[in-house]
């Protein structure tokens, strides 16, 4: 740009503002007192303009990865991964849907990198997008202090039959959906999926309130309530019930060269190792509950790609 292209530009700013933001002096041109109030501003809208077009342009952005929910087991341990490596760009989104094709779609289409779903019948998947196992999030017996079950410290599956899980919202076509059908038809449990879901605070109180309903919560998910509500967390042993989850990502992602991508990730750091059936998966073993640090050190989304409530 020209002298005479930048000094119209300043006097065309100066005309919208108001004020002068330069003056002449027998040094040269120096900024007004104006012009010095003016100028971090300013400097902080161009940064923020630079971060937006950097947030969405084709191998410059974060990697986005979608989550179930903020405080789901998926994002507990992509933070647990970020403090290990927090050199990593992440950007941690909700879709927002229940049917996992929707974020097959997103991540084909390169809106996302990868998505924490799990697609039933992977033969469905497009050529391009593939699915590997993450981890598997042990269930728990979340009840109040009023239920039967509320003073065992551990449960076997057939100590839950007969008594009432309360799975609210279960929606058709979800991946939980057909978790929750198989787990009841594997272990004669009684799952009731009556209602919509309010949301974590009604469901909650709900809990808190009564003497003959529980629900089942993974164990790494975070809920939070007041403690006069005296709720309890109940492993499940004997075997150990878990939720399978998954990492859906495109092919056409390829991986970072880092000594990162080629390490082992304890995704189930501090959880319990326990064997177990698998809903979902067919009885595969929680032993197996590592994935490697490829599933999150993908490189940048390919310049041809372009960027654009659970257990």
């Known amino acids: 740009m020209t002298q005479q292209a930048i000094s119209k530009r300043i ?10 933001l330069f003056t ?27 971060r937006a077009i950097a947030a969405v342009r084709p191998g410059s952005r974060a990697l986005r990865i979608d989550v179930l929910g903020l405080r789901s087991a998926q994002s507990v341990v992509l933070h647990e991964y970020w403090q290990a490596h927090p050199e990593t760009n ?30 039933t019948d992977p033969g469905l998947l497009p050529p391009d997008v593939h699915m590997i196992h993450a981890f598997d999030s042990p269930l728990e017996l979340l009840v109040g202090p009023g239920h039967p ?35 009841a038809t594997d272990f004669d449990l009684r799952i009731d999926a009556a209602g919509p879901h309010f949301g974590d605070e009604v469901l909650l109180d709900t809990l808190a309130g009564s003497t003959d309903v529980a629900t089942l919560v993974g164990a790494r998910d975070r ?14 042993v004997s075997p150990t019930l878990a939720y399978p989850l998954s990492l859906i990502l ?29 809903p979902g998966q067919r009885r595969h073993n929680t032993a197996t509950a590592t994935a490697t640090a490829t599933a999150l050190t993908l490189a940048r989304p390919h ?9």
């Open 11 to 20: 006097a065309a700013l100066e005309r919208a503002l108001e004020v002068r």
């Open 24 to 50: 002449r002096t027998a040094r040269g041109v120096e900024m007004t007192l104006d012009g010095q109030a003016f100028l971090p501003h300013a400097r902080s809208v161009v940064a923020g303009v630079e």
């Open 90 to 119: 992440l950007d941690v989104v909700t879709l927002r849907v229940d049917d996992p094709r929707v974020a097959v779609a997103a991540v084909e289409a390169g809106d996302i990198d990868a998505s924490f779903r799990t697609v």
């Open 149 to 183: 079950l509320a003073s065992a410290r551990r449960l076997t599956p057939p100590q839950l039959r007969k008594h009432r899980i309360w799975v609210p919202g279960i929606a058709p076509l979800s991946e939980w959906a057909e978790f929750y059908d198989q787990l």
């Open 223 to 236: 809920y939070i309530w007041p403690t006069n509500y005296d709720l309890r967390r109940i492993p499940i």
């Open 250 to 278: 495109s092919r056409t992602n390829h991986i970072q060269g880092s000594a990162e991508s080629s390490a082992t990730w304890e995704v189930c750091q501090g959880s319990p190792r326990r064997s177990g059936s698998l």
């Open 303 to 311: 310049p041809d790609k372009g960027d654009s409530t659970g257990c």
